[in-house]
């Protein structure tokens, strides 16, 4: 019946524009249609650029942005830019215990009532950079430097969002924008004016890989740190969905298999 | 559940226990159920929605064993679950998203209900049943969605139960009440948590009175021709419609493992991943999806008394739907103007949502710029809100009451075997 084919093409279509409702939103300039490793129904992340990325993070970024969410302990697990086999639980891992052991945990209280500092275990979650807000926007200019923990969720469109705005930093502000005291002109941020200095800057860090640290491939390597920090199990889930759809897949054509047996004689 | 019983005792156990507590009678009688045998798959959603249900109940009791119900603690404990929690970032989309595709199922079958005038005497209870169930739904949805404590999630409680205050005299005083104090916070948060674990169980004991009020007249049918002679018209429930079901379920489960797995987000606003923050407003404040249509009737009334009455009022004339429909033919199917209407009712709830979705002044389709001040001009999305608006009342109040007396139906099969052998349609 017509009608029947009319209503489902409407509920699709509900559907899909409850999907596309997030794309009226965003303000700033178009972004860079950048593809990433974990996009898409079998994409995972590129532990190499993981790796780079969380230097990136490291060197650079962790000066003003926390990451408050996310255990050092985190990276050597599965779906981790440094996950060993060899050292399923990361706490064994070498790597991750050097990575720990670098940075400097505010501990205690001791036995005498005293806070005290010791290097980093895998437990540990990332240090903060600020003791608070107050703290991190004093430093700042008044801006907050938003936590990593989940940003690259809560920006439509983040990878490619995050990707465009460190990419494309203008030095002068085009003729007629006034830039405020202590702002930034970069397009790609709702209204122009970001108090965010341009971060990354040819040869920011030297990549241990040999990789060449230009702008493009040091946003990229931390766009891809950062998605895999806001979605840690992105790889266990996808891999999961596809056994999930597969057994469903083999499941509906049983019972549909078992319906057209029941129904054989049955007019209906 | 009551009424047609078939079921004879055959042990001894069983017949000792059925003069006592006929439970297994219960049990033998709500899959033993003649029904209707030209049911077509728009049929199968109630079954999809059990299913649902128990998903929802599952993981939530699960996710509650977890969550911190704290304005301090709210959002860390929802990252705890997805990233520490044994399976927890299966659990938690599986909840989140589980929300939205109840909500798909129940709109659906309640479009079929309207459809083929499934609340028709002698329905009306069920149907009045079903709406109390779909109310109590969207309490629970938008009590859900404040748990997580991000942007949208405090934003949408504050916009939601400011509504309240639109009442004269006492809205004020109903606000805090509801809140706890003199904004949402910290007590909101935790009676949202408790109602918002209390409410589905309320739910599950509707859907039982649902089935028990379903099983009284039995189940309506795309024809709309009520059961004439039960040996040629139906078939029992199990097999036949329990496989059908199944069927049905699984398919709508991989709609609902494509969503969980491969964009969980997708049906949410990244808002939401930043933490609640009193002193900051978001740019837009939108709700589910799901909320979208009556969003945007709240939106579309120039007054705020005005508009809580349009939203809520669109919901009460559902509750009065058997009344209001004066056809005497139920199914859609044989009425060609009510065909129509509907269809264009269709529309105007997705049409509605889609303005939901949007800002007010946002423009359909710009036709020009103003001279003045430089902003594009056209056709706003206010004003497609309030025409669409005009229609839904339109369709309950003017359309289905008036159609009913001066459309003339085509002729119908004179029983439901006579439509499933074809011969009938004359």
Redesign the interface.
């Known amino acids: 019946m017509n009608i029947r084919k009319t209503t489902l093409r409407a509920i699709i279509g509900a559907g899909l524009m409850a999907l596309s409702v997030n794309a009226f939103a965003s303000e700033g300039a178009e972004l860079k249609h950048k593809h990433f490793s974990f996009e898409g129904l079998f994409g995972t992340y590129d532990k190499a650029a993981g790796q780079r990325g969380f230097q990136v993070f490291k060197e650079v970024c962790s000066g003003c942005h926390s990451m408050t969410l996310v255990p050092i302990r985190a990276l050597g697990e599965e779906g981790g830019p440094f996950y060993d086999e060899k050292h399923p639980n990361p706490i064994d891992n070498p790597v991750i215990k050097a990575i720990a052991k670098d940075f400097t945990i505010t501990d205690g209280p001791n036995s005498d009532g005293d806070m005290f500092e010791r290097p980093g275990k895998p437990s540990d979650y990332f240090p903060a950079p600020f003791a608070n807000e107050q703290a991190a926007r004093a430093s700042n200019g008044g801006a907050l430097p938003p936590d990593f923990s989940l940003l690259v969720r809560a920006r439509e469109h983040g990878p490619q969002y995050i990707y465009s705005l460190l990419t494309s930093f203008e030095d002068e502000a085009p003729e007629g924008v006034e830039l405020r005291d202590g702002m930034n002109y970069n397009p790609v941020f709702a209204g122009g004016q970001i108090g965010m200095p341009p971060p990354l800057f040819e040869g920011s860090v030297e990549y241990s890989d040999g990789t060449p640290a230009t702008v493009e491939q040091m946003a990229s390597d931390v766009v891809t740190f950062m998605a895999w920090a806001a979605d840690p199990k992105m790889e266990v889930r996808k891999r999961t969905g596809w056994m999930v759809m597969i057994y469903l897949f083999i499941f509906a054509l049983l019972m549909y298999g078992s319906y057209k047996a029941v129904w054989r004689d049955v007019e209906h | 559940m009551s009424g047609y019983s078939s079921y004879e005792p055959k042990s001894g156990f069983e017949k000792w226990l059925d003069s006592r507590l006929p439970i297994v009678r219960l049990g033998y009688d709500t899959f033993i159920f003649p029904t209707p045998?030209?049911l077509n798959y728009w049929w199968t959603f109630g079954g999809i929605l059990a299913v649902m249900l128990m998903s929802q109940i599952i993981t939530g009791v699960i996710l509650a064993m977890h969550y911190v119900p704290h304005v301090d603690m709210a959002y860390?404990s929802i990252?705890h679950i997805?990233?520490d929690v044994n399976f927890g970032?299966?659990l938690q989309?599986m909840h989140a998203v589980g929300a939205?595709m109840m909500f798909?199922a129940v709109?659906?079958h309640m479009?079929r209900g309207i459809?083929y005038g499934s609340y028709k005497a002698p329905r009306e209870v069920l149907w009045i049943v079903g709406m109390a169930i779909y109310l109590l739904m969207m309490a629970t949805g938008f009590m859900g969605y404040v748990l997580p404590w991000g942007q949208m999630s405090f934003w949408g409680a504050t916009v939601i139960t400011n509504l309240f205050s639109a009442i004269p005299f006492v809205g004020d005083a109903i606000t805090s009440w509801l809140w706890g104090g003199f904004a949402v916070g910290d007590p909101t948060l935790n009676r949202f948590f408790s109602l918002h674990f209390l409410l589905p169980f309320l739910i599950l004991g509707l859907v039982i009175l649902h089935v028990w009020a379903l099983h009284v007249p039995g189940n309506n049918n795309p024809t709309g021709i009520s059961v004439k002679d039960v040996e040629k018209d139906t078939?029992s429930f199990h097999?036949?419609y329990t496989?059908?079901d199944?069927?049905a379920i699984?398919?709508f489960?991989?709609v609902f493992?494509?969503f969980?797995?491969?964009m969980?987000?997708?049906?949410g606003?990244?808002?939401n991943?930043?933490r609640a923050n009193p002193l900051v407003t978001p740019?837009?404040i939108?709700p589910e999806?799901y909320y979208?249509p009556f969003y945007a009737m709240l939106r579309a009334i120039p007054d705020k008394l005005g508009g809580v009455i349009t939203m809520f009022g669109a919901i009460a004339l559902l509750f009065v739907l058997p009344w209001l429909d004066t056809s005497k033919v139920r199914s859609m199917?044989y009425r060609p103007l009510a065909?129509l209407f509907?269809?264009i009712f269709?529309?105007a709830c997705?049409g509605l949502?889609?303005c939901g979705?949007?800002s007010p002044m946002?423009m359909v389709f710009v036709t020009g710029t103003d001279a003045a001040t430089g902003e594009p001009t056209g056709f706003s999305f206010l004003w497609l809100a309030r025409i669409l608006t005009l229609y839904y009342y339109a369709f309950f109040l003017l359309i289905l009451p008036i159609l009913g007396l001066v459309e003339k139906p085509k002729p119908r099969p004179q029983s439901i075997e006579q439509s499933?052998?074809g011969k009938g349609e004359a």
């Open positions: 045998r030209n860390d990252q997805n990233r970032w299966l989309p939205s798909l709109y659906i479009f459809y078939l097999p036949y496989v059908k199944a069927f699984v398919v489960l991989m493992a494509a969980v797995f491969f969980p987000d997708a049906l606003h990244p808002d991943f930043i740019a837009e939108v999806w979208l199917r065909k509907f269809l269709v529309l997705i949502g889609w979705a949007n946002a499933v052998l």
